[in-house]
């Protein structure tokens, strides 16, 4: 009798707990971040597939603990409002680099920019090299990050300190 009661309990509790762990209406606490599309390649590209997210970047984001939403291109301003109040940050990944993805990079980098001036609410943004190339720009407020120098066929020499290879235990022997 005991046990049979024992097993109802168990039984119970164990239908209670799996649907707490089901439930859509409990809190999520993983961050949600944000990946930015890029155009698809012509080569590619086939009816309703004009924008893709490597997958390396999905998975690099999931296993940080993190969620992944895509953040389409060709979207109304209002889209991309409520994905930025809606997400933890965003990921700008490499690529091409086309006007719709530096106007989309842009909008985020104002918003988190506005957040945190106002309310001091930070905003993660990374940039993986192209990505990185666009936060850049936007810092800048220029699309010419480069300055021109006078480096073309000048050479120098390399001059390795000891005292720092041998702290640093280097096998390189100046």
């Not at 097993?7 to 993983?30: C, F, M, S, V, W």
């Not at 006007?99 to 990079?105: I, L, P, Q, W």
């Not at 001036?117 to 850049?136: N, R």
Request: hydrophobic share 40%; aromatic share 14%; net charge positive.
């Amino acid at each position: 009798m005991m046990i049979k009661l024992l097993l109802i309990i168990l039984t119970i509790a164990q239908i209670n707990g799996y649907k707490k762990h089901k439930d859509p209406t409990t809190e999520n606490t993983r961050p949600i971040i944000g990946i930015l599309t890029q155009p698809t390649p012509t080569l590619w590209m086939k009816p309703n597939r004009t924008t893709y997210i490597a997958a390396s970047y999905v998975k690099y984001i999931e296993a940080t603990g993190a969620q992944v939403v895509p953040i389409k291109m060709y979207q109304s301003i209002d889209y991309y409002f409520h994905l930025f109040n809606s997400l933890n940050g965003v990921l700008f990944p490499g690529g091409d680099l086309t006007d719709e993805y530096y106007s989309v990079a842009k909008l985020f980098y104002m918003w988190s920019l506005k957040d945190f001036d106002e309310i001091q609410k930070s905003f993660p943004l990374w940039g993986t090299c192209l990505g990185f190339e666009v936060l850049l720009m936007l810092t800048r407020s220029s699309t010419g990050i480069l300055e021109p120098c006078q480096g073309y066929n000048y050479a120098t020499e390399l001059t390795f300190i000891c005292h720092v290879l041998k702290k640093h235990g280097s096998v390189v022997r100046p």
